[in-house]
């Protein structure tokens, strides 16, 4: 059988099937309709105003790196007027982010932009390596999630930039959607479905630009585009539910490949039909995969999606052109532990009927529902705990 063709150009041999709709395309143009995509849902949602300075919030994984690159490529293109600068997070864990703080480095000097490093030992006064060796690995992704969501907007706030993008992609944001219906979690969800959301006591906004982008289209970008990323995992363990969600999802997506985007599309419904829509993200967890461990971490992100990974691995030393992606199942996918009890360890949900008001941190002036936010709380937990060791 001759190799298809693209079905967009009609000219070139289809190295591609899309994801989304298995559309089967050449890779300039599955490059090209991929920047479209992105492009029109900055348009659409009027993300950026002229002349704005955005960080991108930088982990060097394949989400944020890709969103760098196509930020930096559609910026030129469109004539945005942006000044792009990485922000990156540095948790503090040795051998993960060591290496993908290197990438970032790296991904710096190929995108021409500047970057700035903020610590969670100068913004917390601990490192997760730290903070593990104290409280152990139980619940420790509730410690580095919640800080890395202050680590962002404060590294901003350093830099004078309101404006923070992050690598959140339809999977991500169709999770979190999941799990805050599984949870009858209405106002979260419908906070978590927002492309911007914002923190009034500090004046950041935040954004989703590749919302809509399936995450499987984001290493085909990346792998065609031959970007340079870090793929790892996190060497402590992701959080159960959201794990349980991701493979629902990936499961989902095999009888049908729209149901990504047809969850959140429900979601943003769903969040025009909840009195609560108005007020941007708090502190809680919305669904922040990107830049953390859920981004970089192929086990999270279904062994399926490791295997894609190492088989256009393997593809880029092949030459030869195919017509569709195929994965050969590799035997060196860490499995994801199964701890199910992990969630009562977090006991963060407020009762969902209740609608949360959204005030300031007494302690940080971070936006939060409770008089102290999450992060000042797990804080003083900590050096509680630092000083009964103490005595
Ligand atoms: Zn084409
Ligand atoms: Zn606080």
Redesign the pocket.
């Known amino acids: 059988m001759p190799p298809s063709l693209c079905m967009r150009c009609s000219a070139q041999k289809a190295v591609v099937k899309r994801p989304k709709n298995h559309h089967k395309l050449c890779k300039e143009c599955f490059l090209a309709v991929f920047e479209d995509e992105v492009h029109h849902t900055i348009i659409s949602s009027k993300l950026f105003l002229r002349g704005e300075k955005i960080a991108i919030g930088a982990s060097g994984g394949k989400d944020s790196t890709v969103l760098a690159s196509v930020l930096k490529t559609l910026n030129k293109k469109h004539d945005y007027g942006l000044e792009l600068v990485l922000l990156s997070v540095d948790e503090g864990i040795k051998g993960y982010r060591d290496d993908s703080l290197e990438t970032v480095k790296r991904n710096a000097v190929q995108y021409e932009m500047p970057l700035q490093i903020v610590g969670y030992d100068t913004l917390y006064g601990w490192t997760m390596d730290q903070v593990v060796e104290t409280i152990g690995k139980k619940g420790n992704c509730t410690y580095c999630g919640v800080f890395r969501r202050?680590a962002l907007d404060r590294g901003a706030k350093l830099l004078e930039i309101k404006h923070v993008v992050t690598g959140h992609n339809a999977d991500d944001i169709a999770e979190t959607v999941l799990m805050n219906l599984l949870r009858g979690d209405l106002s979260r969800l419908s906070r978590s479905t927002s492309i911007i959301t914002g923190n009034s006591s500090n004046d950041v906004k935040r954004s989703k630009p590749l919302k809509y982008a399936y995450e499987k289209e984001i290493v085909l970008y990346a792998h065609h585009k031959k970007l340079d990323y870090f793929s790892t995992e996190c060497i402590y363990s992701p959080e159960a539910f959201r794990g349980t969600a991701r493979s629902l999802i990936k499961n989902l997506e095999k009888v049908r490949p729209s149901a990504i985007l047809d969850i959140v599309r429900s979601g943003e419904d769903l969040a025009r039909l909840t009195p609560d829509k108005g007020q941007a993200a708090c502190?809680c967890d919305d669904g922040e995969g990107a830049g953390g461990c859920g981004s970089a971490n192929a086990a999270t992100s279904g062994s399926e999606l490791a295997q894609m990974e190492a088989s256009l691995k393997q593809e880029s030393e092949d030459t030869a052109l195919e017509t569709e992606i195929t994965s050969k199942p590799k035997e060196d996918i860490v499995k994801l532990p199964v701890r199910p009890r992990q969630r009562k360890s977090q006991k963060r949900e407020p009762p969902p009927s209740q609608l949360q008001t959204l005030g300031t941190?007494?302690?940080?002036?971070?936006m939060?529902s409770q008089e102290?936010?999450?992060?000042?709380?797990l804080v003083e937990r900590l050096n509680k705990n630092r000083a009964d060791i103490a005595i």
Do not use: L
């Not at 941190?361 to 971070?366: D, L, M, Q, S, V």
């Not at 102290?372 to 709380?377: D, L, N, P």
């Open positions: 202050q502190a941190c007494t302690r940080c002036g971070y939060s102290i936010c999450q992060a000042c709380t």
